[in-house]
């Protein structure tokens, strides 16, 4: 099986897509599945998994109700405020759906992300970690120290790191972000999405030699069997086409990696993440 990780679905006219404005017109329209499905020809992937891009709890029921119809998705990642004295209740109801897969915390939209040491927000992501949730963690390179210091407080959390943790590709900047990650990886039950690093270099001026040392070094930390390959399409437009974004990351493949490491980062390691074998 082979799955893109990492996608986005939206509707402008829903009205929660507060960061995507007609300032940015190439994202500014709908983006559904039949968008997405030449893509997924060409590329020879079976589905996605579709993750949020809202921090709604609306935006999640939408793209759980696009789902009911549609085979090529494959899972969804949905929302959940965990300092909402009702964030179970939603997901106890998300949770019934059968491609519902897990949740996001959209850390890099916190103004201080030392909140999520706070006693209540570590309690209910502990909850979580001790029921096996796949949890998504979206945070940039300036905050991945808070991020540690949370793992370190529930080690046993299945959580995903999405777009390698958002490093200054742009600039080139590899420290501290190199030693940040190799103590994200430490932690067993994390795996990292090799996702969304075209929108953190220079849009018109990167070159796939740009991300060799970035990707090389989280395949280095995180092994064949914790990587996955994600698209972060739409969004990904803002820089490079579907094709180009595929093209980045296998250029920067070790040589020894063969069909089977790669079948792992494109696909499996997904499945087995996201529990699609149980589907």
């Not at 829903?14 to 997405?36: E, H, N, Q, S």
């Not at 939603?90 to 949740?103: A, L, S, W």
């Not at 992501?125 to 793992?151: P, W």
């Not at 070159?207 to 090389?216: L, Q, S």
Request: aromatic share 10%; net charge negative.
């Amino acid at each position: 099986m082979r799955i893109d990780a990492h996608q986005h679905y939206w509707k402008i006219e829903r009205g929660d897509y507060g960061w995507i404005t007609p300032d940015i017109p190439v994202l500014y329209r709908d983006f559904l599945p039949a968008d997405l499905a030449p893509h997924l020809k060409t590329h020879r992937l079976d589905g996605s998994i579709v993750v949020q891009a809202a921090p709604t709890y609306e935006e999640t029921d939408f793209i759980l109700s696009l789902a009911e119809s549609e085979e090529t998705i494959l899972g969804v990642v949905g929302w959940l405020d965990l300092f909402d004295p009702d964030h179970r209740i939603h997901y106890e109801r998300f949770r019934r759906h059968p491609k519902f897969v897990g949740f996001r915390i959209m850390i890099q939209e916190m103004a201080d992300a030392s909140r999520i040491l706070e006693p209540e927000f570590v309690e209910a992501l502990k909850g979580s970690a001790d029921e096996g949730v796949t949890v998504d963690l979206l945070v940039r390179c300036h905050q991945l120290e808070t991020l540690i210091r949370l793992l370190e407080q529930i080690p046993h959390l299945r959580g995903v790191l999405n777009h390698i943790g958002k490093p200054r590709i742009k600039n080139g900047e590899l420290e501290p972000w190199m030693s940040q990650m190799r103590e994200v990886a430490r932690f067993p039950h994390v795996t990292c999405k090799l996702s969304g690093m075209v929108t953190e270099a220079d849009h018109r001026g990167w070159k796939p030699e740009h991300f060799r040392t970035y990707i090389r070094h989280v395949l280095d930390l995180f092994g064949p069997d914790r990587v996955m390959f994600g698209s972060d399409w739409p969004v990904c437009l803002m820089a490079a086409e579907y094709d180009e974004v595929v093209d980045v990351l296998t250029k920067a493949l070790p040589e020894n990696w063969g069909d089977r490491e790669r079948a792992k980062l494109f696909g499996l390691n997904a499945r087995e993440v996201y529990r699609l074998q149980n589907r």
